[in-house]
């Protein structure tokens, strides 16, 4: 059974650029959630995903947004960036709905780096 | 606000020995507390899932606790091996499922 896939696993922008990463949940998985990682943050919680809709949404300013296909599929974007997105962006993938309905599956994340 | 701490941030063992991580946070009122052993450049991968009604849950070598009165929660790891060698992350999630709230995470090394 293949795990959670994210795409690009490294990527470098420069400042004022945008990026979209990708993550493919692991199959007949509904819901996805994605968090940013800085070794100064730990792991935040940007937003969740679960049938096209986002349930939940992190305190992160409005560059970060995301959208889920209908095959489960989910993308992030990040508009404008600035140094301090530089991060682990990791993606989680559930059964059901919400956190709190059993274990999150994460994929290898993808590295960003802005210049 | 709830709030996650894991003391201590690094610690080094030697092979076999048996070792405890601690968890604590602010908030008793949780769903469930998740532990997930992260390595290096690496995603995560969860290692147990305790429910609140639950106290502890076990998987080959590795036991966790909860104690939601007291906010705490032990990762015990038992013989421990070089393999080991990882950041151990806990999470919590709050009673409405908004997200999981994790420390910062105890970065252990097992030496040969």
């Known amino acids: 059974k293949a795990g959670v896939t994210q795409t690009p696993r490294y990527l470098i922008k420069t400042r004022g650029q945008q990026v979209t990463l990708s993550c493919s949940p692991i199959s007949g998985h509904r819901s996805v959630s994605w968090y940013q990682q800085t070794p100064g943050q730990g792991l935040q919680f940007l937003f969740e995903y679960f049938s096209e809709t986002q349930r939940n949404k992190g305190n992160f300013p409005g560059r970060f947004s995301g959208r889920q296909f209908s095959n489960s599929r989910s993308e992030m974007n990040v508009s404008t960036l600035e140094l301090g997105d530089s991060a682990l962006y990791l993606c989680a993938s559930s059964i059901l709905a919400g956190v709190n309905t059993g274990e999150l599956f994460f994929g290898e994340g993808s590295r960003l780096t802005v210049l | 606000k709830q709030e996650v701490t894991q003391i201590p941030a690094a610690l080094s063992v030697p092979e076999g020995e048996n070792l405890v991580l601690n968890c604590s946070f602010t908030?008793?009122?949780?769903?469930?507390l998740q532990w997930f052993r992260q390595d290096p450049g690496k995603g995560l991968t969860s290692l147990l899932l305790i429910q609140s009604s639950q106290r502890e849950q076990t998987s080959g070598r590795l036991n966790a606790s909860l104690d939601k009165s007291s906010g705490r929660s032990t990762l015990y790891i038992a013989a421990s091996q070089p393999g080991d060698s990882a950041t151990y992350l806990c999470a919590v999630t709050d009673q409405a499922g908004t997200a999981l709230i994790f420390g910062k995470g105890t970065t252990l090394s097992v030496s040969s």
């Open positions: 908030d008793s009122a949780i769903y469930n």
